[in-house]
T-cell receptor
């Protein structure tokens, strides 16, 4: 079974609107972390936001927030007030703390912001 | 401060040749990771170094792949007898320690002809 699933290969959003990128995960490890990274066409992976499995509150970083629903095993990224520069690939990743420190990535979602 | 740097940014080689890819982590970061990003396989973990501990090599796809980390800083990923399926972007990341956020370098794009 896939550990990280991103079901939206591509998405469009109008500039200045909000958009939600979906991510579901599968783990039996009680201690884990969830990450979102942005990869523009330049290729670098840019860290956006982190949510720990024991965190009570949803993580927020500027225009990024993570909608963490532990029982549903989902960790959706919400981008508010989309900007043209938000056009990129977005990857959800998980670290299982009792299975090494490597990240397992989903297949990514390509977000395109329309002017 | 300076981020993770990788060199070369691009490498074209012929099938059967050996290649070395270099990673300079963020100063002070004790953990260093190598990943591979290819069209067919997505992003895959290769190897992880933490301080002076033995590396976690569980992601290396074959014995043609090896990596070392000298002095707890710079790391070199070596691919021997390259094959066309080794063509990918090789990404290095570092983190301040275990269970902390990983920060990625710009990657090395490897093309094996």
């Amino acid at each position: 079974a896939q550990k990280i699933t991103q079901t939206q290969p591509g998405m469009f959003v109008q500039e200045k609107e909000a958009v939600t990128l979906d991510c579901t995960y599968d783990t039996s490890d009680p201690s884990y972390g969830l990450f979102w990274y942005k990869q523009p066409s330049s290729g670098e992976m840019i860290f956006l936001i982190y949510q720990g499995s024991y965190d009570q509150q949803n993580a927020t970083e500027g225009r990024y927030s993570l909608n963490f629903q532990k029982a549903r095993k989902s960790a959706n990224l919400v981008i508010s007030a989309s900007q043209l520069g938000d056009s990129a690939m977005y990857f959800c990743a998980m670290r299982e703390n009792n299975a090494g420190n490597m990240l397992t990535f989903g297949g990514g979602t390509r977000l395109m912001v329309k002017p | 401060g300076a981020g993770v740097s990788q060199s070369p940014s691009n490498k074209v080689t012929e099938k059967g040749k050996d290649v070395e890819l270099r990673c300079d982590p963020i100063s002070g970061h004790t953990a260093l990771y190598w990943y591979r990003q290819s069209l067919g396989q997505g992003l895959e973990f290769l190897i992880y170094f933490q301080g002076n501990s033995a590396p976690d090599k569980s992601g290396l796809p074959s014995d043609r792949f090896s990596a070392e980390r000298t002095g707890g800083s710079v790391s070199t990923l070596t691919i021997q007898r390259t094959q066309q399926e080794d063509s990918a972007v090789y990404l290095c990341a570092s983190s301040p320690g275990r269970e902390e956020t990983q920060y990625f370098g710009p990657g090395t794009r490897l093309l094996v002809l």
